[in-house]
C-alpha cells in the first residue's frame, strides 16, 4: 500500500547496462560457481568409475595410474576453484585458468585411456560451451582455439612417437571442428542472452521511471486517488485523499475502503453491481466530496481506480469568478450609486420638511426612505464583500468568544439571552478572525431570530470537535420551519433572498469570510428548523 507518496525512486533515464561481466557483478560470479560445481561432479564421476570398476573398465587403457592421479589432481583442483571464485576477483582471469585447466586434465586423460577413441575429449564440448555462455561470448573462440591445440597435439603424439595409425587425425580434425562450432554457438547464444538482458533491464528502467513519474503525478493531484483491489481493500492512497477523508489507518497492511470511509464503500459496491465497465459520473457520497471509479483492467470485479472530487474546491473557483465580477462593479459603485442615492435621500428628508405635506405624501416619503436605506445597505454589504478577503487571524477560546457575542446581539437586538443555548461539546481554541467570525455570526443568528419561534432556547450553538479534534465544528440551530427544499441549492448565492426587504448578501459574505479564513459554511438538512455549521481548523 502506497501511503502519501512514502520515499521517492529515483529517475533512471540515461542508465545504461554493462555489457561485459565485471567483478561487482553477483550473477556472473554465480554462473561460476555452478560451471565449478559441473567440474567437480564431472571429476569424482572419473574417480569413482576406476574405484568401482578397475580395470576392467577401461579397454585398451594406456596407464591407469597416470589416469589415476589426473583424476584425483582435476578433484582437487576443482575443490581449490571454489576457494578463488569465493576471493570475487578478476573474474576473467580465473575463468581462463579454469577452462585451460579442463582442457589439460581432459586431454591427459584421453591419453591415459587410449587416445582419442576413449571419448574423453566429448567432455570438452560441454566445457567450451558453459565458458562461452558465463563469459557472455568474450573470447570464447580462443578457449576453443586451446581446446583443439591441445587434442591435436596429444594425437600427433602417439602419431609420431607411439606409432598409432594417421587415421585418427580424422577423428581429432573432427572433434577440433566441433569445438569451434560448439563456440560459435555458445557466441551466438551469449549475444541473444546479452541483448535480451539489456532489454530486460531497460524495461526495468521504463518501469520504475514510469512508476517515479505516477507517484509524483498522482502526489500532486488535486483529487484524491484511492487504488482499491477486489477485496475492498485499499492498495495505494495519496495526501490529497487523506485530506478529504481523514488519516489513513496504520496499523495494518492495507486498510478496509468499508472501515475507512463506508458511505465510499458502498457506493463503490453499487457501482460493482452495475453492468457494463464505463467508469461512471461522479456522484456526491459526502455534501463535499464526488467519487468517480474506474475498473482496473476490463472488469470491475478486479479492482477500481477511485478518483475524489472536492466539490467545495469547484464551488470556491465559482464563487472566486462571481466575486470577480462584482469587484469590478464594487469599483464604479461608490460613485455611481451612493452619490445619486445620497441626493435623492436628502432631497426626501427635505421635503418631508415641508409643513403643507398631505397623509399620501408622507407615506410616499417614507417609502422614499426605506428603500433609499436598503439600497445604502446593499451598497456597504457590497463594498464589504471586497474587503472580505482579508483575514487577520488570531488564536482565541471559541467559548469565550460565544459567550460574549451572545450579550453584545441581545442587547443590540433587544431580545432576551435565554433565547439562546450554548452547548459545549468541546471547548477549542481556533484561529479565525475575530471580527470576521462576528459578522459569520450575526448573520447567521439574526436569521435564525427571524425564523425562530422566540421561545427559550429557540437557538442553539452548539461546538463540538471531528477528525481527532483537528476540525471544530459550531452549529447555529433554529426551531422555525427550515429551508424550503427548493430554495436549498441557492441559499449562498448572492442576491438570492427569501426576507422582505434583504439584501441577498447575507449568507454568501459569510461563506466567503469562512473561505478566507481556511473555514467552510454550509446548511444541513434537519428534521426541524435550520443549521447553518461552521467547520475550522482547531487552534
Known sequence: MMSPVGVERPLLWGAAAPTSPTEDREPFWRSLFYFNVYRLLVALLLLMSVAVWGADLWIRSRDLTLFISVAVGYVAFSIACFALISTRRRFTLQLTLEVAADVGFIVILLYASGGISAGFGLLLLT????????????????????????VLLEQAYEVFVLDVPETQ????????????????????????????????????????????????????????????????AIRQCNARAEQLLGALPRERAAASLADYAPALAAQFEEWRGRTGVGSGPRTPFRS????????????????????????????????????????????????????????ISHAAQLLQEEPSLGATSNRLITIINENSRRLDRMVNDVLRLDRGARAHRERFKLADFLDGFVDQFSQIEKIEAALFRIELLAEPEILFDRS????????????????????????????????????????????????????????FEPFFTTAVGGTGLGLYIAREVCEANGATLDYVDTARGAQFTVQCRAG
Open 127 to 150: 566445457t567450451l560451451a558453459g565458458a562461452g555462455l558465463i563469459s557472455r561470448g568474450r573470447m570464447t573462440l580462443f578457449f576453443a582455439a586451446v581446446a583443439a591445440i591441445g
Open 169 to 232: 587425425f580424422v577423428q581429432a580434425g573432427l572433434l577440433s571442428a566441433a569445438y569451434f562450432a560448439i563456440a560459435w554457438l555458445a557466441h551466438a547464444l551469449a549475444r541473444y542472452a546479452v541483448a535480451s538482458e539489456q532489454l530486460a533491464l531497460q524495461r526495468g528502467i521504463d518501469l520504475a521511471n514510469m512508476e517515479t513519474v505516477n507517484r509524483l503525478v498522482i502526489r500532486d493531484m488535486q483529487d484524491g486517488v484511492l487504488v482499491v483491489d477486489e477485496r475492498g
Open 288 to 343: 463535499n466530496i464526488s467519487a468517480r471509479f474506474v475498473p482496473i483492467g476490463g472488469s470491475r470485479q478486479v479492482g477500481a481506480v477511485i478518483f475524489l472530487e472536492d466539490l467545495s474546491r469547484i464551488q470556491a473557483e465559482a464563487r472566486q469568478l462571481k466575486l470577480a465580477a462584482l469587484g469590478r462593479l464594487t469599483a464604479n459603485i461608490a460613485h455611481e450609486v451612493r452619490n445619486p442615492l445620497g441626493a
Open 436 to 491: 470576521h467570525l462576528n459578522q459569520v455570526m450575526w448573520n447567521l443568528c439574526r436569521n435564525a431570530l427571524r425564523h425562530s419561534r422566540r421561545q427559550c432556547a429557540s437557538i442553539t450553538i452548539r461546538v463540538a470537535m471531528e477528525r481527532a479534534d483537528s476540525i471544530v465544528k459550531l452549529d447555529v440551530v433554529d426551531d422555525g420551519p427550515g429551508v424550503a427544499p427548493e430554495a436549498r441549492a441557492q441559499l
